[in-house]
Structures are given as structure tokens and as C-alpha cells.
């Protein structure tokens, strides 16, 4: 009998001790959420949290980058052909890797060093564009006009066909508004061109 009662009082002690770690992991548990959820904003709302953002719009192919996209040669483009080298480049953002290299905050003016790596368009258009003069006659049509779609296709074909990597380094910069809140400005041209692997 008085070992029954004593193993009712160790099962009731038990019971407590258990309902305590229980609490106490759930505090924990909603502290450790909490300082995950405010760092994730903080970093998210500075210069270098919104730079890597941006960034990322570009490997994940957002609307408002692939929407710009804009052919950066002098050649006139078909409808056809613009649409095969939105698919280059959109190949080209996927794989875009990149490092923020530093990052230099002030009161109210930042800039962010970002280090990328693309594929060298350029390098493959420009060769490709060489070789068309050289070789004019290969486009010509049978009238022995130079046909001018026939040698954006071979540019173009040569520019996906692009394994070549270049790496180099962007600012982006920031300012802040009345608010308080960081701004990103809008990378110049040739930023953008990086980006592209057409600088």
C-alpha cells in the first residue's frame, strides 16, 4: 500500500517535470524564431541584404529583370531572333555567381562591391561579328545581296555556344530616404551590361 502511494507521488513529481522542460522548450523555441525572423529583416533591409537580393532577381528570373532585357549589338533583330537571345540571356542570369566583396556604410550614403562572374558574351559576339566581315560572301543570298538574318543567326548561335567566364566587380549604391530607409540607386549602363555578359 505505501509502495502504490509512493509511486503515485513519483508519477505526479514526474508529471510536473515534464510539463516544466515542456514550457521551457517551447520558450526557447519561440525566442530562437523570434532572433531568426528579426536578423532575417535586418539583413534583408541593409545595403548588403539588399544588394544580394536584388542579385538574386536575377538568378530566379524575375519579371522585372527578364522584362528589360534589351539586345545590346547593332544588329536588327527579327522577332524570331529576339526571342532566342532573351533565352541566351536568360541562360546567362541563371548562372550568374556572385560575392559581396565590401560593403561601406556612412550616415546616410552606402555602396556595396559585388564580384560576379558571367559568361563572356561580348568576347563571343565580337569574334563572331569578325568573322561575318571577313567572310561576307558566306551571307550573301543568291542575288548576292548580303543577307542580314542569315548573319545575326550565326552571331547569335555563336554567342549561345559561349563557354567563356569573365569576372567583375559592380557598385551598388544607396541612400537613404526621409524615412530613414535604404534606397538602392540604379547601376549605370555598363553595370548592367556586365550583368549581361555584353560589357
Given at each position: 500500500m505505501k509502495e502504490s502511494k509512493n509511486r503515485k507521488k513519483s508519477f505526479k513529481v514526474n508529471k510536473k517535470v515534464c510539463a516544466i522542460i515542456g514550457v521551457a522548450v517551447v520558450v526557447i523555441l519561440l525566442v530562437v524564431g523570434i532572433c531568426l525572423f528579426v536578423k532575417g529583416?535586418?539583413?534583408a533591409s541593409s545595403p548588403k541584404g539588399m544588394a544580394e537580393e536584388y542579385l538574386e532577381k536575377y538568378v530566379k528570373l524575375d519579371d522585372s529583370i527578364v522584362s528589360n532585357i534589351t539586345y545590346e549589338f547593332n544588329?536588327?533583330?527579327?522577332?524570331?531572333q529576339e526571342q532566342f537571345y532573351?533565352?541566351?540571356i536568360k541562360r546567362q542570369y541563371e548562372k550568374l555567381s556572385?560575392?559581396?566583396?565590401?560593403?561601406?556604410?556612412?550616415?546616410k550614403e552606402?555602396?556595396?562591391?559585388?564580384?560576379i562572374t558571367v559568361t563572356d558574351l561580348k568576347s563571343a559576339y565580337?569574334?563572331?561579328d569578325a568573322y561575318v566581315e571577313s567572310h561576307?560572301?558566306?551571307?550573301?543570298?543568291?542575288?548576292?545581296n548580303f543577307d542580314t538574318t542569315k548573319a545575326v543567326n550565326y552571331k547569335l548561335d555563336q554567342v549561345e555556344k559561349a563557354s567563356e567566364t569573365i569576372s567583375y566587380s559592380i557598385n551598388i549604391q544607396f541612400f537613404k530616404d526621409d524615412l530613414g530607409k535604404w534606397v538602392m540607386q540604379n547601376l549605370s549602363d555598363a553595370d548592367l551590361k556586365k550583368l549581361s555578359g555584353t560589357f
Amino acid at each position: 500500500m505505501k509502495e502504490s502511494k509512493n509511486r503515485k507521488k513519483s508519477f505526479k513529481v514526474n508529471k510536473k517535470v515534464c510539463a516544466i522542460i515542456g514550457v521551457a522548450v517551447v520558450v526557447i523555441l519561440l525566442v530562437v524564431g523570434i532572433c531568426l525572423f528579426v536578423k532575417g529583416r535586418v539583413t534583408a533591409s541593409s545595403p548588403k541584404g539588399m544588394a544580394e537580393e536584388y542579385l538574386e532577381k536575377y538568378v530566379k528570373l524575375d519579371d522585372s529583370i527578364v522584362s528589360n532585357i534589351t539586345y545590346e549589338f547593332n544588329d536588327k533583330l527579327t522577332a524570331e531572333q529576339e526571342q532566342f537571345y532573351t533565352s541566351v540571356i536568360k541562360r546567362q542570369y541563371e548562372k550568374l555567381s556572385y560575392s559581396v566583396s565590401d560593403c561601406v556604410e556612412e550616415e546616410k550614403e552606402a555602396n556595396v562591391t559585388v564580384m560576379i562572374t558571367v559568361t563572356d558574351l561580348k568576347s563571343a559576339y565580337d569574334q563572331a561579328d569578325a568573322y561575318v566581315e571577313s567572310h561576307r560572301n558566306k551571307y550573301e543570298d543568291k542575288d548576292g545581296n548580303f543577307d542580314t538574318t542569315k548573319a545575326v543567326n550565326y552571331k547569335l548561335d555563336q554567342v549561345e555556344k559561349a563557354s567563356e567566364t569573365i569576372s567583375y566587380s559592380i557598385n551598388i549604391q544607396f541612400f537613404k530616404d526621409d524615412l530613414g530607409k535604404w534606397v538602392m540607386q540604379n547601376l549605370s549602363d555598363a553595370d548592367l551590361k556586365k550583368l549581361s555578359g555584353t560589357f
